[in-house]
């Protein structure tokens, strides 16, 4: 096959009609017509912003009956949640109210919005996909945003310093060329409001556009049509990488940082072409502030930067200007977003000579999650048999790790006998006897600093990264070995300040590990007793007995053939499996029966397995009936007679097939819940 034949096939996967649109140039007046039809092209960077937000669409759920919306955006799912962040959906909210207020231009737009939290908590995530969603978006026919260039003949050529064209440093808004005093008049008689919506065009031309305007204005003899015949608009695409509207500024050395980094500096070797280093044409628009203009500025550790650039922000935000060197105020229209930790936030407020600033700031506090199913969502995006190829990570490790973190940062309950424990679990969405949702309202209200502190989830991945890498790790992990690995780090751990804090932490670890013996425990007694035939044949024998107690009957044996009374015996063995006390037999009975007796009129036929209880009770009798006959304990002392390992294989499999384990797995499992049989531990 030639190379020009390879060629032509790559080039037949380009979508050319796309390409077209993405480059798509024209006159004023084409632009006109555009803004004619679609005004909402002509939006300020925070309108486009927040479009740019809920055009992913948003979710409505109800959590300890507080109303949450979840905006999908923020799930990546364009990037199958490659950036997904987790929940966090109530400081999310509170950032794209932000969002809201300042696209309606209601005061927020004049602020820096400032992600406040502890140190891996998704604030620099956030930021992350705020710009590459705005930078997506712009490439969409619904975000589409235009800039300009001049165009310029042989003549006039000595503008541009011989130059055909000059496009506009700053990407600015076409519509900004209509000179100020006239634009809203100009808005209302070409008809460019629509649905609602208008185009706000604020401020004036960069200074080097200026200049060209003004002499093109000189030449025309104030004949503003004939002047925007030299220009051309065209599509403006985002892109951090190009530097086109998306800025990212980060504090560095002192000595090597200033603050043109930020507003541009003037390019020397131009001043030979244009004559003065006050010439605007002589300038390099390329600090970060000029390119994110129309677009979204992130400071990465806002509060570490020097006070001399904090004092470039204060003009950027209240009055959206900055000051390039040697040149008047220049307007700019960007979202400036920044984020910081705690440390740094409080050394803001000791310091009274930064008031402006903080007055200037809208902080949205992002604190871990303090939900454990969000939480393990963080560590399944990473450690899953998609991405961990080789080895395998048994069912609970994820979770107990998750667990733990989530224990570090909750505060104790101040009002109510609750564990730790017991608190995450109600935050989790479970029940527990006496705790309404009002009850975990209250909760999440008296702690007000819960999910400030603890650890971060950037160490549970690395321990759980040392496990799968480890020599013991090899084949697979467990959660003993995940959380064995937690606490030999907690030794080195840099964020740990004191030995209080270490000790909790350790205390907290030990919670963990009886919940996982408690989980185990309860698995393989559920697999043991997984016998669906024998739990059927106990129910028919507990209903059997129960049907002639209500009844005052007897009961006939199926291997004598003779009446007896109903076996007591039996039914209080059932029952005392779910706390059934003696004084409350009757009355459970009663229920059990006219459960079934309500089944019988609509048609239906009982199932034990629609009625939670006592399903659990029928399997802790079965287990309780079963476990010495399957002798658990004999793989404690590896002595395993050909009937017992053929019943411990079957539970096995169940282990396999209904919780996820595989062969090593779940041999461990059997051997750990065995020696607690051993023990006398097993209840």
């Known amino acids: 096959m030639s190379s020009v034949s390879l060629v ?21 007046e084409e632009y006109l017509e555009l803004v004619r039809k679609n005004p909402r092209v002509a939006r300020t960077a925070y309108e486009r912003l927040y479009d740019m937000v809920l055009s992913h669409g948003t979710e409505e759920y109800v959590d300890s009956k507080k109303k949450i919306t979840r905006y999908r955006f923020f799930q990546d799912e364009v990037h199958e949640g490659r950036d997904a962040i987790f929940g966090l959906d109530i400081p999310l909210m509170r950032l794209v109210s932000v969002l809201k207020a300042a696209a309606l231009r209601y005061g927020t737009e004049r602020r820096i919005i400032l992600l406040h939290g502890p140190v891996g908590s998704s604030k620099s995530t956030i930021a992350r996909l705020l710009k590459k969603g705005l930078e997506e978006y712009s490439r969409t026919p619904e975000g589409a ?21 000059f496009s506009s440093p700053m990407n600015e808004e076409p519509l900004k060329l209509i000179p100020a005093d006239v634009r809203e ?18 401020g004036n ?107 470039d922000l204060l003009g950027a935000t209240q009055e959206q200007k900055i000051k390039p060197k040697k040149f008047a ?85 101040k009002k109510h006998q609750l564990s730790l424990l017991q608190k995450l679990k109600l935050f989790d969405g479970k029940t527990l006897p006496g705790f309404t949702q009002d009850s975990v309202k209250e909760l999440r209200k008296e702690a007000v600093r819960e999910g400030m502190e603890g650890i971060s989830p950037r160490y549970i991945q690395d321990k759980i990264a040392n496990c799968l890498v480890s020599e013991r790790g090899q084949m697979s992990i467990n959660p003993f070995m995940v959380l064995n690995e937690l606490e030999g780090g907690l030794r080195s751990h840099s964020l740990i300040n004191n030995d209080d804090q270490r000790k909790r932490y350790t205390e907290l670890l030990a919670v963990v590990k009886q919940e996982y013996e408690d989980i185990v425990k309860n698995e393989v007694q559920r697999a043991i007793s997984a016998d669906a035939d024998a739990i059927a044949r106990l129910c028919g024998n507990y209903i059997d007995n129960v049907k002639a107690y209500t009844q005052r009957e007897k009961v006939k044996n199926p291997y004598t053939g003779q009446d007896e009374e ?28 006219n459960y079934i007796g309500a089944l019988a009129i609509e048609g239906k036929q009982f199932d034990y397995r629609t009625n939670e209880r006592l399903y659990k009770a029928l399997e802790l009798k079965l287990f309780e009936d079963q476990k010495d006959s399957i002798k658990l304990t004999s793989l404690v002392s590896q002595v395993v007679d050909r009937e017992a390992q053929e019943k411990i294989d079957v539970v096995k499999q169940r282990l396999i097939r209904n919780y996820g384990y595989d062969e090593i797995s779940a041999s461990d499992v059997l051997t750990y819940v065995a020696s607690i049989f051993a023990r006398g531990e097993m209840k």
């Open 185 to 202: 008049q100009a808005i209302t008689s070409l008809g460019l409001e629509r649905d609602g919506f208008r185009p706000y065009i604020r």
């Open 8 to 28: 032509d096939r790559v080039a037949a996967l380009q979508d050319q009609k796309r390409y077209e649109d993405l480059h798509w140039s024209g006159t004023f």
């Open 566 to 593: 109903p076996d007591e015996r039996l039914m209080r063995s059932i029952e005392t499996k779910i706390d059934i006390p003696e004084s409350r037999k009757d009355d459970f009975r009663r229920e059990i029966m």
């Open 205 to 311: 031309l960069n200074p080097a556009c200026r200049f060209i305007f003004r002499e093109l204005m000189l030449h025309y003899k104030g004949d503003w049509s004939k002047v925007v015949r030299h220009v051309r608009v065209k599509r403006l695409l985002l892109s951090e990488e190009d530097r086109i509207g998306i800025g990212t500024f980060q504090p560095k050395d002192e000595k090597n940082q200033d603050s043109t980094e930020l507003t541009g500096d003037i390019n020397y070797r131009r001043i030979a072409e244009y004559g003065s280093d006050t010439d605007p044409r002589a300038f390099n628009f390329d600090g970060e502030f000029n390119v994110a203009n129309r677009g979204v500025i992130e400071f990465v550790e806002i509060l570490k930067l020097d006070v001399a650039f904090l004092y």
């Open 329 to 413: 105020q220049t307007d700019i229209d960007e979202v400036i977003i920044g984020h910081t930790n705690e440390a740094e936030y409080n050394r803001l407020l000791e310091n009274k000579f930064m008031e402006a600033l903080r007055d200037r700031t809208v902080k949205i506090d992002v604190p871990y999650i303090t939900k454990l199913s969000e939480e393990i969502k963080i560590y399944a995006k990473d450690y899953n048999p998609k991405k961990v190829r080789g080895r395998f990570i048994a069912p609970h490790t994820l979770e107990m790790a998750a667990m733990w973190a989530i224990l570090t940062r909750l505060e104790d309950p």
């Open 145 to 165: 945003l235009y800039t300009y260039e001049w165009t310029l003949p042989e003549g006039l050529r000595y503008l541009t310093a011989g130059n055909e064209s």
